[in-house]
């Protein structure tokens, strides 16, 4: 079985950077830092970055990294994707450079996402510093948070994901109100996600704090433009995450959650899951007759009264005495 640590960073191609300044660091309270190519890198944690931002024409997801354990494991990992055929590219001195990373290489999926491996990141030298006095992220061994991808190709992209690249099923739903699989690589029940939808994409990014608190006000900002809330307050049934999406400058979505589950992965079994929330989550972005299904799993739900045991724990380079 293969083995990564965490779904560490993703790139993403910007229209405006500007906007993303202002999003990422007054908004979501991550530390903003200058990269050397005209671009952004978003602090989360001791990690140099978590999100890197490049100028581009468009929007897109640029590239996204797991993390093998150490050298040994990114060489483990190459030598099944030469064996499987598959075009593995080494990452260039400057790409490793600019992720802070000792080794990568890099294949891309059915979808022609960049997909990345690599090994031993550096810490910054300075400690993270958000741009607004918040209680931090819940990242660590982790991972950065969540990447929920959209496609037209699920049975393609689920396989590669599963199957060539090792991801583990952590749940799926029967397509109500949309088909989705979720797949895990740590105790985060979910670093990866994929959405049957009628155009690929990025569905959202998910970002979890430290604090109940930080995501309350986080909404307090979000309701003086409601219009930039595209999911309203609620929980989700298989993370268990309290959390709400608003639009972010790349047009796709940013969860900001609080008190993901986790998961015991050595005795994980698959399941399907009934819906995609227990409460709430009202999502403006689905056709009306998708958002009447997603209401009946909400009713139905609460009918049964079900309710979701919530274990918190913090990001341990957080402690309460830090803020
Ligand atoms: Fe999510």
Request: aromatic residues 10%; hydrophobic residues 40%; proline residues 6%.
């Given at each position: 079985m293969i083995e990564y640590k965490q779904?560490g960073?993703?790139?993403?191609?910007?229209?405006?950077?500007?906007?993303?300044?202002?999003?990422?660091?007054?908004?979501?309270?991550?530390?903003?830092?200058?990269?050397?190519?005209?671009?952004?890198?978003?602090?989360?944690?001791?990690?140099?970055?978590?999100?890197?931002?490049?100028?581009?024409?468009?929007?897109?997801?640029?590239?996204?990294g797991l993390e093998t354990a150490g050298r040994e494991g990114l060489e483990v990992i190459a030598a099944r994707f030469?064996?499987?055929?598959?075009?593995?590219?080494?990452?260039?001195?400057?790409?490793?450079?600019?992720?802070?990373v000792e080794e990568l290489i890099?294949?891309?999926?059915?979808?022609?996402?960049?997909?990345e491996f690599y090994c031993n990141p550096?810490?910054?030298?300075?400690?993270?510093?958000?741009?607004?006095?918040?209680?931090?992220?819940?990242?660590?061994e982790?991972?950065?948070?969540?990447?929920?991808?959209?496609?037209?190709?699920?049975?393609?992209?689920?396989?590669?994901?599963?199957?060539?690249i090792g991801?583990?099923?952590?749940?799926?739903?029967?397509?109500?109100?949309?088909?989705?699989?979720?797949?895990?690589v740590n105790?985060?029940?979910?670093?990866?996600?994929?959405?049957?939808?009628?155009?690929?994409?990025?569905?959202?990014?998910?970002?979890?704090?430290?604090?109940?608190?930080?995501?309350?006000?986080?909404?307090?900002?979000?309701?003086?433009?409601?219009?930039?809330?595209?999911?309203?307050?609620?929980?989700?049934?298989?993370?268990?995450?309290?959390?709400?999406?608003?639009?972010?400058?790349?047009?796709?979505?940013?969860?900001?959650?609080?008190?993901?589950?986790?998961?015991?992965?050595?005795?994980?079994?698959?399941?399907?899951?009934?819906?995609?929330?227990?409460?709430?989550?009202?999502?403006?972005?689905?056709?009306?007759?998708?958002?009447?299904?997603?209401?009946?799993?909400?009713?139905?739900?609460?009918?049964?009264?079900?309710?979701?045991?919530?274990?918190?724990?913090?990001?341990?380079?957080?402690?309460?005495?830090?803020?």
């Amino acid at each position: 079985m293969i083995e990564y640590k965490q779904l560490g960073y993703i790139g993403l191609s910007a229209c405006d950077t500007t906007a993303w300044r202002t999003f990422a660091g007054e908004y979501l309270g991550m530390q903003v830092v200058d990269g050397s190519t005209g671009g952004l890198a978003l602090r989360m944690d001791d990690r140099r970055q978590r999100i890197l931002l490049e100028p581009a024409q468009s929007d897109a997801l640029a590239f996204l990294g797991l993390e093998t354990a150490g050298r040994e494991g990114l060489e483990v990992i190459a030598a099944r994707f030469k064996g499987l055929g598959l075009d593995v590219q080494q990452g260039s001195p400057g790409e490793c450079a600019q992720r802070h990373v000792e080794e990568l290489i890099w294949l891309r999926d059915p979808d022609g996402y960049r997909v990345e491996f690599y090994c031993n990141p550096t810490d910054a030298d300075e400690p993270f510093l958000p741009a607004r006095p918040i209680g931090g992220f819940r990242t660590g061994e982790l991972g950065f948070g969540h990447l929920v991808l959209q496609t037209l190709n699920f049975k393609e992209m689920e396989e590669f994901y599963l199957q060539t690249i090792g991801l583990r099923l952590s749940d799926y739903t029967d397509g109500t109100p949309f088909r989705a699989s979720f797949m895990h690589v740590n105790p985060r029940h979910h670093s990866l996600a994929l959405i049957e939808f009628n155009r690929p994409g990025i569905h959202h990014i998910m970002v979890e704090y430290n604090f109940i608190d930080d995501v309350g006000r986080l909404y307090d900002m979000a309701l003086k433009d409601p219009e930039s809330i595209a999911v309203t307050l609620g929980r989700h049934a298989n993370d268990h995450v309290f959390s709400f999406y608003t639009f972010s400058p790349g047009g796709f979505m940013i969860e900001t959650g609080w008190a993901g589950r986790l998961i015991d992965v050595d005795k994980w079994e698959p399941e399907l899951i009934y819906g995609p929330s227990i409460w709430g989550h009202e999502r403006h972005w689905l056709p009306p007759e998708r958002r009447a299904a997603a209401q009946a799993i909400l009713e139905t739900a609460a009918e049964k009264g079900i309710l979701e045991p919530t274990s918190v724990t913090r990001s341990p380079a957080f402690k309460l005495e830090d803020v």
